[in-house]
């Protein structure tokens, strides 16, 4: 029973990913496509939207080292004030491609803040 109990807390448990650069990640992107990723970087391009449909808050913004971006979003906003320059630490799934809709989106990290998971944007050193 207590083995039982134990095998069903760590089954929802995320472990963070370690985290690695922008370039890192693009250059195996085929071995992360759909995985927990934790990738440092610079912000650029930040914006705050909401969505005309549904109303909805969301943020993007593209995550640099200088060699390689990758696109990130998020529902809502970042639960700590970033902005364009900031170095920034993003964890979430990484996807080579999603569709949504009519749209395609390619190397994108969803960084929505999900309960029980890793997932987020907090600012790095």
């Keep these: 029973m207590t083995v039982a109990l134990l095998s069903l807390i760590f089954v929802g448990f995320q472990a963070p990913a370690k985290p ?9 992107a085929a ?3 759909r995985k927990v990723v934790t990738v440092v970087g610079k ?3 930040y914006q705050e939207r909401v969505a005309k449909k549904s109303k909805r808050a969301y ?4 995550l640099t080292d200088g060699k ?3 696109h990130v979003y998020m529902q809502n906003k970042p639960g700590t004030k970033i902005k364009d320059g ?3 630490k993003v964890t979430g799934p990484f996807q ?3 569709k949504v809709g009519t749209q395609t989106y390619k ?8 309960k029980g998971k890793t997932n987020g944007v907090v600012p790095s050193k």
């Design 96 to 98: 080579r491609e999603k």
């Design 107 to 114: 190397d994108e990290i969803d960084a929505s803040v999900v």
């Design 31 to 33: 071995k992360y496509d």
């Design 59 to 62: 943020t993007v913004f593209d």
């Design 68 to 70: 390689a971006t990758v």
């Design 86 to 88: 900031d170095k920034a």
């Design 43 to 45: 912000v650029a391009k």
């Design 20 to 28: 690695m650069s922008v370039g890192d990640l693009m250059k195996s």
